[in-house]
């Protein structure tokens, strides 16, 4: 394998030897039992995998095709190692955890190609289509939407083609703010690169540390601060995308009236009309203050109307986010051990406030709300939200939670591969809808999540927040969690299936930015239409008659 080529641990989530520790945190272990039903303290956790317990299909990539392979990228950048293969199989989504984790892998890429360049990038997708290969573009392995993983009846060659070795910040317009930026970057690369030069890229989803832009623009990926920035289809400009024979360019234009948007058809089509080389971004100086504030509100529908208020006012904050009441009690339960001033603040002097209030403590929805830009634009923004937050009953607590936050918000899915360890399921899933629809969403979905637990005989969690807020609606992001019993997946499936249909059956999207791949796919239709879905399947078809790009992922066969 390229030894500079970063990849996260074959069997979980992030780098070896980091990881979720509860020990520090005293009301994490009676939060979790409560909720879930399960002994921190009597559980025991399973140990590291071994890598040498798992049976890996063997790769059936011809030899004079490998050999060919390294012909165009070198010796040392094709790999039909085992591990290379396995770590290229899934992404990360609890589904692909369990698989791997379990043994269960039916089908593994026969061949992984590193090139350095587009120009290798274009020889080598043009010997795969010749060899009539299938190419399943792979940036940081971080999708949790079944995006990655090779059909287990392909019967052709597989190529995994990964761009980790492409990863430069090529250039930058000044003048425009536009970055050249290839497609392997992953965001900590790319960003140093451009905070080198007094720049930032502005998006930072919860993948931030091992996800890639050309991933970014496949999936149509959402950042924290996509309130200000926009999403990644607000922020990418211009791509350059290798097709058999060609490079297909779209041209970092302000904007076009150039006909239907074929910029649009690649943001979300996870590989399926090529591989992503490089994409041009619009970056903003790195801002003279960035402060992210903490709220309470007395209730959920207090938070919702002020995000929504918020949205609609002069006021432009980065981020807005509320938690309901469930995810609140979680967040209280993850706090470390606090001592001193800080103990008795959060401890007594915050409830005794509250409590004087007349709120109710079980109901409280924790906020957090960002500013970004000059001291003065801060300052005034912050001013703006503040009126709106005391409108609508809330109240701010400093900066103290908002410093925190912003330090392990990319820390979250650790806390997956810890509840794996102890035979749970911990897992997430996101929605948009209007702001009219949103309360009655969060509630329909409550009710299937726990409808599909008692339909499995488990004491059930869910949780949601509030984020992403735009002027007609917002995205809700639900995470959920019980204790396996007799067959993961199946039990897996029973809720992750309930709390997607209840989306689309109350007027809600079926991601708002993990995207389709395989584990959404058999909601697509209710989401887009069925002529919807003919449309999409005639532009795969026509723009790959043979599937040689990511077969089978977005529309379900």
Not at 315 to 340: N, Q, W
């Amino acid at each position: 394998m390229t030894d500079t080529v970063k990849h996260m641990k074959w069997w979980g989530w992030g780098n070896d030897g980091v990881g979720f520790h509860h020990e520090d945190k005293p009301g994490f272990a009676p939060f979790v039992a409560e909720k879930v039903g399960l002994d921190l303290h009597t559980a025991e956790r399973a140990v590291e995998p071994s890598f040498d317990d798992l049976d890996v299909p063997a790769s059936t990539a011809p030899k004079a095709f490998v050999s060919a392979l390294a012909g165009i990228v070198g010796d040392d950048h094709v790999s039909v190692d085992d591990l290379v293969r396995v770590i290229h199989t899934y992404g990360k989504s609890l589904r692909d955890l369990v698989r791997i984790r379990g043994n269960l892998i039916l089908r593994s890429p026969d061949v992984v190609v590193y090139p350095a360049d587009e120009a290798e990038v274009q020889q080598v997708v043009d010997a795969a289509v010749a060899a009539d290969a299938v190419i399943i573009p792979f940036g940081g392995g971080s999708n949790i939407a079944g995006s990655l993983e090779p059909m287990p009846a392909e019967t052709r060659t597989v190529v995994s083609l990964d761009l980790g070795r492409m990863r430069a910040v090529v250039d930058i317009d000044t003048d425009s703010g536009l970055a050249r930026i290839q497609a392997g970057a992953q965001g900590p690369d790319l960003e140093a690169q451009l905070n080198a030069k007094g720049w930032t890229i502005g998006h930072f989803p919860d993948s931030f540390t091992h996800s890639t832009v050309g991933g970014w623009v496949a999936t149509r990926s959402t950042g924290m601060q996509s309130d200000k920035y926009g999403d990644i289809a607000d922020i990418a400009r211009g791509l350059r995308v290798v097709r058999p024979g060609d490079v297909l360019v779209l041209r970092p234009l302000p904007s076009t009236s150039s006909g239907p948007s074929v910029r649009e058809m690649i943001l979300g089509s996870e590989g399926r009309l090529g591989v992503i080389t490089e994409v041009t971004v619009q970056v903003h100086r790195v801002p003279e203050k960035r402060n992210i504030f903490a709220y309470f509100f007395p209730t959920w529908e207090a938070g919702i109307t002020a995000m929504q208020a918020i949205s609609e006012s002069d006021a432009s904050p980065s981020i807005t986010r509320v938690s309901d009441a469930h995810e609140t009690g979680f967040t209280m339960a993850t706090s470390k051990t606090r001592s001193g001033f800080s103990k008795f603040t959060a401890e007594t002097a915050l409830p005794r406030i509250m409590k004087a209030k007349g709120w109710d403590l079980d109901k409280i929805c924790l906020s957090f709300i960002g500013y970004e830009g000059s001291t003065a634009h801060a300052k005034h923004q912050k001013k703006l939200v503040d009126a709106i937050v005391k409108k609508h009953g809330g109240m701010g607590v400093g900066e103290g939670p908002g410093l925190l936050y912003d330090q392990k918000k990319f820390d979250t899915p650790y806390l997956r591969d810890f509840l794996l360890d102890m035979g749970a399921a911990g897992d997430v899933s996101e929605t948009a809808a209007p702001w009219s629809k949103l309360l009655q969403v969060h509630d329909a979905v409550y009710a299937a999540a726990h409808k599909a637990y008692a339909g499995i005989g488990v004491t059930g969690w869910i949780m949601s927040h509030l984020s992403h807020s735009y002027h007609s609606g917002a995205c809700l992001y639900f995470t959920f969690a019980f204790v396996f019993q007799d067959d993961p997946i199946a039990e897996y499936d029973t809720v992750k299936s309930a709390i997607q249909q209840a989306f689309v059956d109350n007027d809600a999207t079926i991601s708002h930015h993990h995207g389709v791949g395989r584990e959404h796919a058999p909601w697509l239709e209710e989401d887009i239409s069925s002529e919807g879905v003919k449309v999409m399947t005639a532009l795969f078809e026509s723009a790959d008659p043979g599937a040689h790009f990511n077969p089978d992922k977005v529309v379900a066969d």
